[in-house]
């Protein structure tokens, strides 16, 4: 079964700071992998899906990497904002079968 | 459109109680999933449609039913709930078993079991 770990757990950050999530995973063999941003209380938003082919994608000021034979991801967050704040969580799909980190509790202060 | 509505936002039910969840989408996608996340946890997988067709099933307790009427609705019945089962469901969909395929998800239903 797919194990997903996302290091750091937390944390915390003065504004303008470049920043860098982790995430890993146990099976190689995915589809893809997607980081969320979720608000308190609020549903998922989707921020990149990177296809197990493709090393990165970059959107804004986000880029993800995949190195899928380590079972490794990284979202990069440039220039952080206070509106950054948020869990960021990483999801691996085979299949349809997609399965979730614990997610990394950011934020960024003013 | 990349919008998956789910309804109700909030819902308190007493156990014994009948309710149901309700998701919709309209972006052509034939997966549909749904999701129990607790609170400060990940979402944790209960069930997927492919199809129409139950396609996985985490053991989730029968007293959650599980229902695709169409290619746009998915449906969760809920009965005879525990107080623990008390956390924020979420309905997501894609397309299917595909890399490109992106995973939209709802804003998600608060229930509490009173």
């Known amino acids: 079964k797919q194990e997903v770990t996302q290091i750091p757990a937390a944390l915390s950050v003065p504004e303008g700071e470049n920043l860098v999530l982790n995430c890993s995973f146990t099976d190689s063999a995915i589809y893809n992998l997607q980081w969320f941003r979720q608000d308190p209380g609020k549903g998922l938003t989707s921020l990149l899906l990177i296809q197990s082919s493709q090393r990165e994608q970059t959107s804004g000021r986000l880029n993800a990497s995949l190195d899928k034979s380590s079972g490794r991801s990284t979202l990069y967050i440039a220039a952080s904002q206070p509106g950054d704040s948020a869990t960021y969580l990483c999801?691996?799909?085979?299949?349809?079968?997609?399965?979730f980190g614990a997610g990394t509790r950011l934020t960024v202060k003013p | 459109d990349t919008e998956v509505t789910q309804t109700p936002k909030h819902l308190v039910m007493g156990m014994t109680n009948k309710k149901s969840l309700k998701c919709e989408q309209h972006m052509g996608h034939r997966a549909m999933y749904w999701y129990k996340q607790k609170a400060k946890k990940p979402p944790e997988l209960m069930f997927v449609?492919?199809?129409?067709?139950?396609?996985i099933n985490e053991s989730v307790p029968s007293r959650f039913s599980p229902e695709c009427p169409n290619s746009s609705l998915l449906n969760l019945h809920l009965h005879a709930l525990q107080p623990e089962d008390s956390a924020l469901y979420l309905c997501?969909?894609?397309?299917?078993?595909?890399?490109?395929?992106?995973?939209?998800f709802g804003q998600g239903t608060r229930l509490t079991v009173v």
């Open positions: 999801a691996v799909r085979k299949i349809n079968d997609m399965r």
């Open positions: 997501a969909s894609s397309h299917l078993g595909q890399g490109v395929a992106e995973a939209f």
């Open positions: 449609y492919s199809y129409e067709k139950l396609s």
